[in-house]
């Protein structure tokens, strides 16, 4: 597989573009000190023009300053950390929970299947977005859903994305499942007295990787955006967390002032490329029939 | 063969099926939709001997396997029973189920798709070890392993390679190793070798041969081959469309078949030396004309 992928040039292009940002979001408040930024949240009245608007680049704010005064770069850098974060742990969440639904759905076919293949079709249908706003807001108010597990802010975030993502994982794996487990060597497992827990974790899910490795890189880039659109909403990350999805909705209030849209923008732009291009090259890569 | 000499309770058998059926069909669902049904295996008694090699014969699709499954319990009967050493299979709880499990083990048709492809050799042979809390000691195991390994014929140091480094025959001896770890009484081979080439046929069939022997197996050897079953049985059954429509002892029944089916079978088997079959037409031709000649006379 890693060979296969080595050939790709798009893809390992992508690679070092992804390993690069993950590098920067957990390096972030190296680089900005590097650079002799000003820290995300460090409200600079001085950097806004005498009518309070923002202004653009300059010597000490490189890529601007928004209409707190808090310099665009700087909050870039850091908007990474979310984007990323957020994004990683939703697919992750989705893909655990997808693999598990999936699983005992295809193994145990019959009713079970049914129930558990109704009740996603339903979540499937639902406008994820509407869903999201309302999960967002009945979270957001005092100390938040679940008895207080799921707090406002991130968690909620990511808590509706893994919502939104995990039904597709279970109904591919729900569909690989079903033609595994017609083989004869899990009718080998039965026959040993092998119990359905062992078949499933330790016969039935490493056959599943590729198909999950797959799916998951085109989830990370879907899960970017959706944590950027519910921060432009309003209902995602909070003030005074940095994201870039709130940064742009911020300047959409402003438009005249281009840097603040512009660089979150070509941020979001790059690393949801980035990741798309990794997941094509990296599903080449796994399927053998495939060759170039 | 008249049923008093099937249940006389002088021979030994160590399984005893009667009466098994087994339907499929759609249930009709919520809609109705066509209530057709298969019988898969209709009507199916025989026993099996302790120690004997019990061969059931037929082409694909009449009901060998599915017989094969339910009498391991991989699939629920419609109806009949399936005694083993006296006791119901069907019957059995969670207690009861697991040592069945050790005594009644099955070699697959299919070694490409019998063995896990992610899972080494060491841990598919062994696994039988680890789910019935035998040598839970991983040395023990590991040891055990490769005794199996080495009494199937396969170099005890390949234990951690994965199944798709091995050839087809050594696959087979894989799997007959996992079936053979927990020392079970019966064996039941569901088609063996028929998804190998002819040259390696015969050294699995060998290995089976020798293993039942040495072991003291009871066999239920399934095969759509006639001279893979002549080879291996000491008893037969001939299977069609769900039913067997013929049992004897392996030398009677190719020496004097009685079913219409059998003997289309036999004919259908080529015979290794040119221009035997036209001999054997000439021959019976001969007979008949004396026949009616001496009928005439």
Known sequence: MWARLKRDRVAVVSLWVVVGLIAIAILAPLIVKLFGLPAPDFQNSNAVDEFGQPTGPTGANPLGVDQLGRDVASRVIYGARISLSVALLSTALSVVFGTLVGVIAGYFRGWVDAIVSRMLDVLLAFPILMLGIGLASACSIGNGCLGGLITPGVPVVVLIIAIAGFPYIARIVRGQVLSLREKEFVLAAQSIGASPWRIMLRHLVPNLVAPIIVYSTVLVPQNILFEAALSFLGVGVQDPTSSWGQMLGDASKNPDQWWFMLFPGLALLTTVLAFNLLGDGLQDALNPRKRR | MSAADEQSPARDAILEVRDLRKTFGSGGGVLGGNHEQVHAVNGVSFDVLRGETFGLVGESGCGKSTTARMICRLEEPTSGEIRFEGTDV????????????????????????????????????????????????????????????????????????????????????????????????????????????????????????????????????????????????????????????????????????????????????????????????????????????????
């Open chain 2, 90 to 297: 069907a019957k059995m709880g969670r207690k009861q189920l697991l040592p069945f499990r050790r005594d009644v083990q099955m070699v697959f048709q299919d070694p490409y798709s019998s063995l896990n492809p992610r899972h080494t050799v060491g841990s598919i042979i062994g696994e039988p070890f680890i789910v019935h809390g035998v040598a839970k000691d991983a040395k023990e195991r590991t040891k055990r392993v490769q005794d199996l390994m080495d009494l199937v014929g396969l170099n005890p140091e390949h234990y951690n390679r994965l199944p798709h480094e091995f050839s087809g025959g050594q696959r087979q001896r894989i799997g007959i190793a996992r079936a053979l770890a927990l020392e079970p009484k019966l064996l039941i081979a569901d088609e063996p070798v028929s998804a190998l080439d002819v040259s390696i046929q015969a050294q699995i069939l060998n290995l089976l041969r020798r293993l039942q022997r040495d072991l003291g197996l009871s066999l239920l050897f399934i095969a759509h081959d006639l001279s893979v079953v002549r080879y291996m049985c000491d008893r037969i059954a001939v299977m069609f469309a769900g039913e067997i429509v013929e049992m004897a002892d392996s030398a009677q029944l190719f020496a004097a078949p009685q079913h219409e089916y059998t003997q289309r079978l036999l004919d259908a088997v080529p015979i290794p030396e040119p221009g035997a079959r036209k001999r054997q037409r000439e021959q019976q031709a001969e007979i008949d004309g004396v026949g009616v000649a001496a009928a005439e006379g």
